[in-house]
C-alpha cells in the first residue's frame, strides 16, 4: 500500500524555522519525483518545490529561504523553511508523481498534509 506521512509542522513565531519531513512507502521512492505543496485558507494548493533526479525547483515566494532535500535510502524527503513569514502559514503536502512513457502509465500519490502556522 502507497503511504506518504508528512510531519514536522507546528507554530513558529515571524523568523522562525521548521524542518517538514515525508516518510514514504509502498513504491519506489528514488524514481519518482518528489513534491511540496502548500494551501492557505480561501486559496488553491499551490507548488512551493521539486525534487527530481537531477534538479529541484522552488517558487519565487519560497527562494533562498526554503531547502527540498531527499534521502533515497531512508525513503524520506524533507523541507527545511527559514526566514518564516505569516504568508506561509498552510497546510504542507507531500506529492510523489512518476511517468512511464512505454506503456504509458501515471502515477501521483499525496499525503495528509501537516498544518504550519507562522504568528507572533
Known amino acids: 500500500q502507497v503511504q506518504l506521512v508528512e510531519s514536522g509542522g507546528g507554530f513558529v513565531q515571524p523568523g522562525g524555522s521548521l524542518r517538514l519531513s515525508c516518510a514514504a512507502s509502498?513504491?519506489?521512492?528514488?524514481?519518482?519525483?518528489m513534491s511540496w505543496y502548500r494551501q492557505a485558507p480561501g486559496k488553491e494548493r499551490e507548488l512551493v518545490a521539486t525534487?527530481?533526479?537531477?534538479?529541484?525547483n522552488y517558487a519565487e515566494s519560497v527562494k533562498g529561504r526554503f531547502t527540498i532535500s531527499r534521502d533515497n535510502a531512508g525513503n524520506t524527503v524533507f523541507l527545511q523553511m527559514n526566514g518564516l513569514k505569516p504568508e506561509d502559514t498552510a497546510v504542507y503536502y507531500c506529492?510523489?508523481?512518476?511517468?512511464?512513457?512505454?506503456?504509458?502509465?501515471?502515477?501521483?500519490?499525496w499525503g495528509q498534509g501537516t498544518q504550519v502556522t507562522v504568528s507572533s
Open positions: 509502498g513504491f519506489t521512492f528514488s524514481t519518482y519525483v
Open positions: 525534487s527530481a533526479p537531477g534538479s529541484t
Open positions: 506529492n510523489a508523481r512518476k511517468v512511464l512513457t512505454w506503456p504509458r502509465v501515471e502515477y501521483s500519490y
